[in-house]
T-cell receptor, first 113, second 117 residues
């Protein structure tokens, strides 16, 4: 039982390049989330998927797209990376129908030059 | 809209002393409240949660938190701090049900706890 896994762990991009961050969970949770963490700002929600087949914008969605590929997998895509997207990205999952906590992956540290 | 405030960017305590990390929240209706801890270069780990019932909630590693509805606070406490408790702590809130923010957690900006030997 791996919980929430994320790939890659580290990535360096040049401005304008694209990339996809992958996230998978093996806890059969119905909801999945993408956050970014920046110093002094806590975690901010980028996108959210309440269940397979649905996605919704969070607090800071501009410059990102997401795909809920199936119940297990939720990917985050940067189509044209910008230096402002330098951050640590966390994926999380939860069983939304109850009051269960969210479980977090180990994070992806992204630097955009 | 829901929000969380952690008024202290940093808390310093001596090992063996009690610690408190403060959190206040704003949400329409009744809240679910959470505390998470983050060690360097790691993801967030769940510590404890308040759902309903007893206002004093006990969690992992000897931590506890007290829910105060009138003060809209959910302070994290531990009777005797350890050096290994040094980490970044986040408070979070979500609505119990309904509305467009259902299921979404809103986090505070985090408090760095440093426990000195």
């Amino acid at each position: 039982n791996a919980g929430v896994t994320q790939t890659p762990k580290f990535q360096v991009l040049k401005t304008g390049q694209s990339m996809t961050l992958q996230c998978a969970q093996d806890m059969n949770h119905n909801s999945m989330y993408w956050y970014r963490q920046d110093p002094g700002m806590g975690l901010r929600l980028i996108y959210y998927s309440a269940s397979e087949g649905t996605t919704d914008k969070g607090e800071v969605p501009n410059g990102y797209n997401v795909s809920r590929l199936n119940k297990r997998e939720f990917s985050l895509r940067l189509e044209s990376a910008a230096p402002s997207q330098t951050s640590v990205y966390f994926c999380a999952s939860a069983q939304i129908s109850s009051y269960n906590e969210q479980f977090f992956g180990p994070g992806t540290r992204l630097t955009v030059l | 809209a829901q929000s969380v405030a952690q008024p202290e960017d940093q808390v310093n305590v001596a090992e063996g002393n009690p610690l408190t990390v403060k959190c206040t929240y704003s949400v329409s209706g009744n809240p679910y409240l959470f505390w998470y801890v983050q060690y360097p270069n790691r993801g967030l780990q769940f510590l404890l949660k308040y759902i309903t019932g007893d206002n004093l909630v006990k969690g992992s590693y000897g931590f506890e938190a007290e829910f105060n509805k009138s003060q809209t606070s959910f302070h994290l406490k531990k009777p005797s701090a350890l050096v290994s408790d040094s980490a970044l702590y986040f408070c979070a809130v979500r609505k119990k049900a309904g509305g467009t923010s259902y299921g979404k957690l809103t986090f505070g900006q985090g408090t760095i706890l440093t426990v000195h030997p």
